[in-house]
Structures are given as structure tokens and as C-alpha cells.
């Protein structure tokens, strides 16, 4: 069974930076696309960055050019560089295959106030 283990959260200004990590156990990343989701509040989960198995990366345009995933196989983790941070990016944080193919970690919260 695969189980993700997020953190790096917290509370940061506006314009603030921020780096998610995500502990993916059984030696699955060389094997399969892996993205960071979030939710906010009131609002669906939503897929922002993804890093595929040919080590390409993709994002949701809200994040484009702010955000960076990356992903390090020897440790099996994914991170999750975020910068210019705005309110608009809080929510809770996770890491899943692309498609969400796992059982959801707990999640780590993200909250980008003044």
C-alpha cells in the first residue's frame, strides 16, 4: 500500500515563499506521474502542478510561473517550491499520482495572509 506523507505548510505573507515536500513509500515515483493538488475551502480539489514520468512539468495556469515541482527518486519525494504567494493560494496541500490512483494523505495546510 502506498502512503503519502505531505509537509512544509504554514502561514506565510503575501509575496512569501514556501516548500512542500511529499514522502511517497514503495519506490513508486520512477513509475508513475506524480502532482500537488489543493483544496481550499468550499471549493473542489484541484490538480496545480505535475511532474511526469519522462520528468516533464505541467501546470494549472493560476500557479504558472510561481510554482515549481520537482522531484528527487533516490528519496522518493516530491516537492513543491511556491513563490509570490497570494491569499488566493490557501488551502490544504497534497501529493498524488496523476491520476489520484492513492489514498489521499492528511494533507498540509498552506495559508497566505497578511
Known amino acids: 500500500q502506498v502512503q503519502l506523507v505531505e509537509s512544509g505548510g504554514g502561514l506565510v505573507h503575501p509575496g512569501g515563499s514556501l516548500t512542500l515536500s511529499c514522502s511517497a513509500s514503495g519506490g513508486i515515483l520512477g513509475v508513475y506521474a506524480m502532482g500537488w493538488y489543493r483544496q481550499a475551502p468550499e471549493k473542489e480539489r484541484e490538480l496545480v502542478a505535475t511532474?511526469?514520468?519522462?520528468?516533464?512539468?505541467d501546470y494549472a495556469d493560476p500557479v504558472k510561473g510561481r510554482f515549481t515541482i520537482s522531484r528527487d527518486d533516490t528519496t522518493w519525494t516530491v516537492y513543491l517550491q511556491m513563490n509570490s504567494l497570494k491569499p488566493e493560494d490557501t488551502a490544504v496541500y497534497y501529493c498524488?499520482?496523476?491520476?489520484?490512483?492513492?489514498?489521499w494523505g492528511q494533507g498540509t495546510q498552506v495559508t497566505v495572509s497578511s
Open positions: 511532474f511526469t514520468r519522462g520528468g516533464s512539468t
Open positions: 498524488n499520482g496523476v491520476p489520484a490512483i492513492w489514498t
